[in-house]
């Protein structure tokens, strides 16, 4: 039923010596990018995608990606287990657990479950994306350009008001991403150049791999560089992995509840992972039978968000092959893969292009089953990256970058714009403008500026040709809720709630608090940009009050970590 | 930590970011305005929908920030693992980085990617800190001549060779 | 009047203090041990974490030495942080401890050994895991 025929033949495709080799050459090099911080799948796609060019066969580039995907979700549990940083940041859910069951001589132990976890998440949601992705691509051709360009927007929305609390902020880098993706050529009947001043290199547009390239490596790089942390650590040792009944015993309803919930909240564009980790890390306490252990090591804490992270990066997949739609940056970074091979990603790619999407997906399986390999008995040996100095990471990091920019076009006018963008993206992170919705700006831009012209072009001009569906109507309410949420929350919720608390303390609303929220001054609880903001959304003192953690609530909670 | 006192200093400079948006939102505009409709065919929406949406949407987010940050709104600089924010920038850092970059820039069509590439690793890893003069330029050409070899013979995708033409 | 021990948590660290205790008990001096790293990787094999850190603090109480154990990391490179100590202290020996490396290893890796042993400013002892018994 569903898919899963054409899956067994996408095998066919997948076992293939060189498509084995690129799954092998992408799972290596996902993990060992999810070792290393600061680089994510996302900046190592990317700096990839100029292989592209030389790789003729798309399927097996995207099993080279789809490999570097989902080993990022491996090697990164490595890392925050096993790196025994001094004092007490933990700046990931999984860190928080498995570093502490690590201190205690138990890492072994997480680092099994977490392997094991990822492995169980990352093929059961493999297998529900063949499930479903059929079903839902039969329903998405029904879909109009109203209901693409809704769709769209739905994501403009979602990415610039979950990452971080400034929405505001989140809006300003989704329209340099959208200003961005205006240069060059007007695609629709007129042709005319715009924002391109009379240079002719830019008639084309500026490349997504220099924009990629540059807001995520350059930029990243050139912040690093103007901060390096002169801080290191030491690597906690470990035996064989492996883990003990009663751990398996513990750890397997984590596992099939992480990915339950990771699953769908990937395939949503306003999900994401950080948000689903959490969640899983509360419920293991919640239904914990050793609620005690939490903090100190329990290995529930450990098996759920790893379950999680794996099956939300499954969850991506759906949307972004059926509809083309992508939930996060790296899916972004996939979806201008796919416009690199001239392929149009949409409810037609399993039509047109089933050869790529099953060997995709059975290749997926395979390469997580590899990563098991990899990574279960081989994680204290990939620690061992850790040993490399940063200033090593940076400089290959840029010279991949430059030499990435430089082969789109065999000119160095992208090098130049590849500088300037990557300045960009270093004043961006100087004063906390999100990058991931510059990105979503630039990649899904001129795709939903078709989308809308279209429309109205059916409509005949009419606005009401944006909306005309059931559908697209949908959607729209969807957004109005996501954008009026806040001011709901602030004008009706709040001032209900500080009714309630008659000793007049004003109490700091910690239920509206998103999971960026920072728990310290500075401290990163989640790997995304904070920002604390007098915006409307979530302060209301008429003065602006500096957030520090003296006005948090005080409550056991598991992002609050001292730092020392 | 970071003092109140800095805080409102930082304040001020972001200021920037709303002159940057405001500034963009205008050029978009401008350039938006000397736009067409396309000859003959009649379009509904023209090539100018997006940019005048688009720019304005700019000046209003410029609007908006800006009163966001006289409200003591503060956009939090990226932390991360490797980005330790308790002292300023390092400017040096950035200058040396920018430097070698630039020397690729300048050196990729000269000299070819074996040597620029090399160039810019070594500057970018000596920008970072690293004092080892005789590894880092191996490792530096060890990886340029490679990703060449690499790129051009593994995926026929030309770099230029400059003058080491003939040896390679 | 100090010794200053330059120590990492491999063996040979573990001897250079063991044998930099009895130095100090010898001569009647202080200890200053010093572990370094720059700080540039995000693991480091020569930073001590604080469970080693607070052995080696427990066996200097033990000895009765009067001993300081200073931890550095300030992307500088370790062999200057310990003749930097040194010479702020006007220590009168420097205790490394060392291990054979072949010559393109101490190109590749680096030897803050042979850089104390021939940069220092006052005499330097090398001592190996294996000639100071626990």
Known sequence: ?564 | MISRITRQGQDRSEFLVVLFLLALGVLVLVDAARLHSGVGQREPVGPQAVPFLVGGLLVVTAVLLARDILRGGHGEPEGGEDVDLSHGNDWQALLLLSAAFLANIALIERAGWPISGAVLFFGCAYALGSRHFVRDPIIALVLSIGTWYLFVLGLGIGLPVGILKGIL | MTIVVGYVPKPEGRAAVRRGVAEALLRQEDLLVVNAARGDSYADAGFAPEEELAAVRAELERSGVRAEVRQLVRGVDPADEIMQAAATAAAKLIVIGIRHRTPVGKLILGSTAQRVLLEAGCPVLAVKAESEPA
Not at chain 1, 320 to 349: E, S
Request: net charge neutral.
């Open chain 1, 1 to 564: 039923m569903g898919g899963l025929s054409e899956l067994v033949g996408g095998f066919y495709t997948a076992v293939t010596p060189i498509n084995l080799l690129y799954a092998l050459i992408g799972v290596l090099l996902g993990t060992a990018i999810g070792v290393l911080p600061g680089i994510g799948p996302a900046m190592a796609i990317a700096l990839l995608l100029p292989l592209t060019y030389g790789i003729d066969d798309p399927v097996s580039a995207f099993i080279m990606f789809a490999g570097i995907y989902y080993g990022g979700m491996y090697g990164g549990s490595t890392t925050s287990i096993l790196l025994n940083t001094p004092g007490e940041s933990a700046s990931i859910v999984t860190a928080i657990e498995g570093n502490k069951m690590a201190k205690r001589g138990r890492a072994a132990q997480a680092l099994a479950t977490a392997a094991i976890g990822s492995f169980i998440a990352g093929t059961i949601g493999t297998l529900l994306v063949a499930l479903l992705a059929p079903g839902i691509a039969r329903l998405a051709v029904q879909l109009g350009s109203p209901d693409y360009f809704a769709v769209m927007v739905l994501a403009f929305v979602a990415v610039t008001s979950i990452l971080g609390a400034s929405r505001v902020r989140g809006f300003a880098s989704l329209l340099i991403g959208l200003t961005i993706g205006l240069v060059g050529i007007d695609l629709g009947v007129s042709g005319q150049q715009r924002l391109t001043f009379g240079i002719p290199q830019l008639a084309d547009g500026i490349d997504v791999i220099v924009v990629a390239v540059g807001l995520f490596a350059v930029g990243e790089a050139l912040w690093v560089a103007a901060h390096l942390r002169r801080q290191t650590a030491s690597l906690i040792s470990t035996g064989r992995v492996r883990m003990e009944r009663a751990d398996w015993a513990r750890s397997w309803k984590p596992w099939l509840r992480g990915t339950a919930l990771g699953f769908p909240f990937g395939a949503v564009p306003a999900g994401g992972a950080e948000l689903p980790t959490f969640l899983s890390y509360v419920t293991e306490k919640k239904l914990s039978k050793h609620p005690e252990e939490f903090g100190h090591g329990a290995i529930e804490g450990v098996a759920g968000p790893e379950a999680t992270n794996n099956a939300s990066a499954a969850g991506g997949l759906v949307p972004l092959l059926t509809l083309g739609l992508p939930t996060t940056a790296t899916a972004a970074v996939l979806l201008a893969a796919f416009q690199q091979y001239g392929i149009q990603p949409g409810p037609r790619l399993l039509e047109n292009e089933p050869k790529l999407v099953w060997g995709l997906l059975a290749s997926l399986l395979i390469g997580n089953a590899i990563l098991l390999v990899l990574n279960l008995p081989l994680a204290p040996m990939w620690a061992k990256l850790l040993h490399i100095p940063r200033p090593y990471l940076y400089a290959g990091i840029l010279f991949f970058a430059c030499l990435g920019a430089y082969a789109v076009n065999a000119s160095t006018v992208d090098l130049i714009l590849l500088f300037l963008i990557g300045v960009v993206g270093f004043v961006m992170r100087r004063y906390g403008l999100p990058v991931v919705p510059a990105i979503i700006g630039v990649i899904l831009g001129p795709r939903a500026e078709v989308q809308m012209r279209r429309a109205l072009q059916i409509s005949d001009g009419d606005l009401s040709g944006l909306f005309n569906t059931t559908f697209s109507v949908t959607v729209y309410a969807v957004i109005a809720v996501l954008v009026l949420w806040p001011l709901v929350n602030r004008f009706v919720v709040r001032p209900r709630r500080q009714r309630r608390a008659p000793d007049g303390a004003e109490r700091w609303p910690a239920a509206d608090a998103l999971p960026g929220e920072p728990a310290q001054d500075g401290e990163r609880v989640w790997s995304v940009p904070e920002a604390r903001t007098g915006d409307d959304a979530t302060v209301d003192a008429p003065a602006a009050r500096p957030l520090d953690s003296a006005s948090l609530p005080d409550e056991p909670d598991p992002r609050q970590q001292e730092k020392p």
